[in-house]
């Protein structure tokens, strides 16, 4: 009776939608969960893989390709308020970012901003909150340094040209990073155009060297022709 009572209120996974035993739950944040079956099939980059990066910006490290049931989760962490998933997703992604030694050498994580509009009206920032669990992962510490000073576009409605224009002088720089090496963090690395302009103003204030990290990536080619160095 007790195990059937167990099996009844067991957390349901964010995929499959079964309910998931304590020994099959790989990650499970206030009774939300992902099983290990469901996360083994993720699209996942290969382990400690750098992308390339972009002008200013020195490489990507990302855990996941953002397609399939990992995209539909993070479009209900970063639209629909299904906060439960944003932490599982960055405690996963923590996890693979622990196993990266390079990104240890590092002095510390700045997340990509959001404007006071933006996020008064969306009420988190989740490159913030990813990047909490990046942090607990490569063990630096997260600093806020830089301040979102125009609204623009919104970046997914743009073409790749557009987003760089759209993104140009955003970003000001508000802490001394005068000779920290510095990660970036954000949700997703679509164009590189976010990335790219927080990397030039951060250099321009005196970064050493900048790369980046995402919970995800987005290849236009085949994962197996991505550049990974």
């Known amino acids: ?11 349901r996974c964010c995929v499959c939608d079964g309910r998931i035993p304590d020994r099959d739950i790989y990650k499970e944040y ?17 382990p400690n893989s750098l992308f390339s990066g972009t002008r200013h910006l020195d490489f990507l490290s990302a855990p996941f390709y953002y397609t399939g049931e990992y995209r539909r989760i993070f479009l209900q962490f970063k639209f629909s308020g299904f906060f439960a998933y944003g932490h599982m997703i960055g405690e996963a992604a923590g996890d693979y970012f622990a196993k990266h030694t390079v990104l240890s050498e590092y002095d510390c994580i700045v997340p990509v901003p959001l404007t006071r509009t933006r996020l008064n ?47 140009s002088g955003s970003f000001s720089v508000r802490a001394d990073v005068s000779g ?27 970064a050493e060297d900048v790369c980046g990290i995402a919970a995800a990536v987005v290849i236009r080619k085949e994962p197996s022709e991505a550049q990974i160095f």
């Open 30 to 46: 206030k009774n939300v969960c992902i099983c290990r079956s469901c996360f083994n099939s993720l699209d996942k980059t290969p």
């Open 121 to 167: 009206r969306r009420g988190f920032n989740q490159a913030e909150l990813l990047a909490g669990h990046f942090s607990e992962g490569i063990g630096i510490p997260v600093l806020d340094a830089l301040e979102r000073v125009e609204e623009g576009e919104i970046q997914s409605r743009l073409s790749g040209a557009a987003r760089a224009m759209n993104i």
């Open 1 to 11: 009776m007790k195990r059937l009572i167990r099996s009844l209120y067991a957390p």
């Open 180 to 206: 920290k090496r510095v990660i970036i963090a954000d949700d997703v690395f679509t164009t590189g155009s976010t990335m790219n302009e927080c990397a030039r103003v951060l250099r321009e204030a005196g």
